[in-house]
């Protein structure tokens, strides 16, 4: 594209070609393999502090807190919608102001401090008498102020912990040079590491924590958590010679809302063709630390922001309010470009929240003894880790090179194919479930609230919704991360969770609105207190066809979709035109 000759907006090029070469330095004494290393642990270790809290949330609200299973269910669902939600708050930071490594160091104090409160308040204020929570033995009635702290606790856990993992990921892939092919490929593989390394570390949680929590002992699993998490930012802050470093590009909010304020104070201005649109000189984009991006054909009337008409003097291009470049209207297009298909994501963390919410209270209400030895409800997740990690290994050592061969596509599916099979995967989960609970229906025990069926029954749809992650979870953090602009980056890793926060809270909101409609006269609803008398599998299918229903919206969204260019080279990341799910 050739760009007409304009002025510059306060661009030194003395001084940008000397930190241009400053940087370069930099970038070949820092970063690689082993400061991402580092941070695969720190992700791991602060995973296995996370799940201590949140995998047997649902439990303790119930025994513990006395909540029954519809309210205990739906305050999981809106704290881990907290979570996710609080990424974007992280990212925002990250991107504009602080930078990842001080936004990672600082959420993860928030952490911390939240695992300290959670194991005080369990240990001074809930747990009474000693032990109690578990099957057996009750707890007396919380005090108020105890109930308060550990509600404060896990929502600073929350904070801390949605805050750090947008941001972890960016700053991870920030350690690998795209300049070197070897350390791109090593970039695109990193996201799948990363999310191998959460679920390694929440297996921890999943086996030992959860059975020592579901007998009685709480207060020591947080304790447990906090020193995860302490050990975490220990290992985070061990490598700071080693990072390399990446400076905030300002508030995008303030970026986007420049582009939408020209557009339509230019509503009646015809677009100019692409090579007459405004953009700085150089090598560098107007936005600070960032490439230039390529001008694209699609959302057109976007392009009157970057259109120089009469009014605009010398002053007007030094006024993003009155004139934009051509990289920050291509910055916005690729945010509404996105979030079609973001929307699309949501569905599907609907049925990842139930894993650790109905899953857990269907587990709850079926056989899980061995022996004399009972295993927890909750450590039935260890057989989604287990298939993630499995499918992991499958994806990158055989199907990446097989399908590579196949389609020409060195990458193997693209990263929309990939979240297309996911959304499949989660709907069979759900169908798994249902079937699942038809059958433990089928072998209730007479007055109890349990089934005499086995719990392990439960292994299919924990594999399903595992093998459904290794396609959707990571294939967003590769797909967002990779078509963020530069100055975007965290956001666009928090997108990712983001989706997981919006489908905590939609779940919430279904469970809620299900047992209005459900819940009539003697019918105690689709998800009752006693699950023998009611209809949780009519509730999995439900989520069954919306996830359908929604597989057929992300192909549309899927084919619509353009990549990102990037001046000096095109970030492929998705095969436009042969993107067919």
Known sequence: MHQPKVMERNENHIEEAVMEKID???????????????????????????YGVGVNLVLFLTRVLGQDNAEAANNVSKWTGTVYMFSLIGAFLSDSYWGRYLTCTIFQLFFVLGLALSTLSSWRFLINPSGCGDEHTPCKPTSSIGVYIFYLSIYLVAFGYGGHQPTLATFGADQYDEKNPKERGLKVAFFCYFYFSLNLGSLFSNTVLVYYEDTGKWTMGFFVSLISAVVALLCFLSGSPRYR??????NPVARIAQVFTIVVRKWNVVPAKPDKLFEVNGSKSAIKGCRKILHSDDLKFMDKAATITENDDENSRNNPWRLCTVTQVEETKCILRMLPVWLCTITYSIVFTQMASLFVEQGDAMNSRIGEFRLPAASMSAFDICSVLVFTGVYRQILVPVVGRLSGNPKGLTELQRMGIGLIFGMLSMVASGMTEIARLRHIIPGQKSSSMSIFYQIPQ???????????????LEFFNGQAPDGLKSFGSSLCMASMSLGNYMSSMLVNVIMRITARGHDKGWIPDNLNTGHMDRFFFLLAGIVAFDFVLYLFCAKWYKSISVEGGQEELVDDVNCKV
């Open 245 to 250: 470093y990446f400076k905030p590009s300002g």
């Open 24 to 50: 370069i330095m930099n970038e070949k004494k820092r970063g690689g393999t082993k400061a991402a290393t580092l941070l695969l642990v720190n992700q791991a270790l602060a995973t296995l502090a996370f």
């Open 462 to 476: 924990y594999v399903l919704v595992g093998a459904s992650e290794v396609f959707m979870y990571v294939g967003q």
